[in-house]
């Protein structure tokens, strides 16, 4: 069974706006997915969509195999954590503590339960040392992982993401890059959007491309190096891609997208001219 089934779903605001048109995709359970495409592509309406925020004009959207309705949102969002791209859109408790425990304290938790449910939220984002402090005080970065924190206290099985590394600087960047492979060796299913092609093809297994609210494609990361749709989604090759593409030697080869192709390509060329033996 997929952790998330969408059937043909088209969104329409009340303005009259078709953010969303046609959509069916299906995203398999453990599945570290990168959501890209320009602006206004229909990204964040989309991951509105799998925890209930909104609900489709047409079409349906299934979890683990359940109808996502406004019947049974409160146990969907048990299952699939939305984190907001602006932490100050999530975070509004007076501590830090309060704000992750806010969602399990809603489940009436035992104040057992709920200490270790936070105490391991707040540890799993590095932020426990900063449970006493009001939010407020907080730089963007550690207010995002707060945030993030909120949303492990639920357990959900899916985290989806908006843009999370949106502002932050690379160092940030790189601790949201950490802590979304620790939630990957957790087990959950994750779903983020990007402007990021080089973040997405390091680290994403798989990768959806939307343009005006349609899909233009799916596939894996190796979609990134396909200049047809990158072009076709505003989008830039990879870094990676880009360099191998100017030395004329590696004109025949599949272009690698992340570190890690660009090393086989380069030990199998040292392995093929005896340079290089491993
Ligand atoms: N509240 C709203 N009311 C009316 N139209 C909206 C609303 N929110 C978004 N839209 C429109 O829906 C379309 C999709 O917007 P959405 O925010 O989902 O795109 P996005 O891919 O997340 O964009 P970005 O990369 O800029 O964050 C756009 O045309 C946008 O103008």
Redesign the pocket.
Known sequence: MNAIDINQVTYR???G????SDITLSIPFGAKVALL????????????HLNGLKIPSKGSITIFGTKVTKKNIHSIRQQVGLVF?DPDDQIFSGTVWDDVAFGPRNLHMSENELEEICTAALGNVGMLEYKDKAPYHLSYGQKKRVAIAGILAMRPDIVIL??PMAFLDPSGQDEIAGLLQGLHYMGKTILL?T?DVNFAASWADMVVL?K??KLLTVGDNQLLADEKYIREANLHLPIIARTFKMVPEFSDEKLPINEQEAFRLLFKRLNENNKYQY
């Open positions: 605001y009340d303005s706006v078709e953010a969303l495409g320009p602006n206004g592509a229909g990204k964040s309406t989309l991951l509105h791209q908006d843009e959007s402007h939307l005006e609210g």
